[in-house]
């Protein structure tokens, strides 16, 4: 017999614990925990995932997680289509929306670059932000990706790729304040700091 | 549109903010994480739920968690089979075996007597555990519950059903030592002090 009384148990425990900062005490917690529900309580919690992997699509348009081939935001008339917000991923979508201050759109890169985990900017979704700008008329981009080297080295980045677009008339590139501790990710930044780093983003000086 | 741009992501976040101390943003953190993993890993997850709720089996005679009737602490020969250890949960004959200081057999309440949680003796495994005392020959019954008002209820109410049973020899019923912490569970206990408070057992008061 090894550490776990059961191979069925350990295997659910191993799967849990591959989880981000889930530990094996913590999975075996949690495992435990769902084999107490009824069958069909754990019937449902993984019928939840193998569908969301399964039938969950891409925006088109914005890359952000969406039930539709457009999403809500991209295909709403109450938003304000010439301007759009660049985060790294989902969360910071669903951040910035619940801070109630912007009213434009999204593209959503799916990560930034990061040569020390081999990503590249092939490895994001710059070039389909690079290929919205003329057809959508777009008038501003906001970078709003971490403060950190990595969010730095991307907004450099996508910076001289639209500096470098020959454009109709000149397209406004800003960042959000610098009121995001430096270091920290969106996702944890208070409602109100967050909502004002919006509201007061400044000129991209490269 | 709600919170979450899709509701088959909202519906995963959901099963997993149902599971204990994981609040909303973990769990998104967590579905996230999936998401970006291949297909066949999230199905892989979700099959090791639904296999351990419908295969999982309870060794018929200790109660632990186990992929046969009988579970292999139960079926070995190298064990003290006139020594049970009686434990509230899985985590508990773990967390003890761990320690390598205990060579009987053990006996898994699936709980402790908590009238506040609507948990009373009939609602876990007392009436088997009186059952094993006299066709195993039982000699010695460990108690080794929480050292909570509830582990101290439930340990005095098995006292008195295992002293009122009329039995060929007297049975000794011990309790492991109070070096554990008052009002600390058995699984966040080092192995050091729980192994001790198992060598240095004591005899059981009432």
């Given amino acids: 017999m090894g550490e776990y009384p059961s191979i069925l148990l350990e295997n659910a425990v191993n799967q849990f614990s591959s989880l981000p900062s889930v530990g094996r005490k913590t999975a075996l917690r949690l495992v435990l925990h769902l084999l107490r529900q009824q069958p069909s309580e ?5 019928n939840s995932l193998t569908r969301l ?6 925006c088109k348009q914005c890359h952000n997680i969406s039930d539709e081939d457009i999403c809500p935001i991209c295909s709403s008339r109450n938003r304000d289509h010439q301007t759009v917000c660049v985060v790294e991923n989902v969360q910071d979508v669903m951040s910035i929306e619940n801070t109630g201050q912007y009213n434009g759109v999204y593209h959503v890169l799916g990560g930034i670059i990061s ?3 081999g990503i590249g900017p092939k490895d994001i979704e710059i070039d389909s932000l690079t290929e919205r700008i003329i057809p959508e008329q777009i008038k501003e981009v906001i970078l709003a990706l971490p403060t950190t080297m990595e969010g730095d080295t ?3 980045f996508i910076y001289r790729r639209l500096s470098a677009l020959s454009l109709p008339e000149p397209l406004r590139i800003t960042q959000i304040a610098r009121g995001v501790a ?3 990710e969106l996702e944890y930044t208070d409602e109100i ?4 780093s919006i509201v007061n983003r400044v000129a991209f000086n490269g």
């Fill in 42 to 46: 754990v019937e449902a919690f993984a």
């Fill in 53 to 58: 992997k399964h039938e969950v699509k891409y």
């Fill in 115 to 117: 040569p020390i985990d």
């Fill in 154 to 156: 991307t907004n450099f």
């Fill in 182 to 184: 430096v270091g920290n």
């Fill in 193 to 196: 700091t967050l909502g004002r």
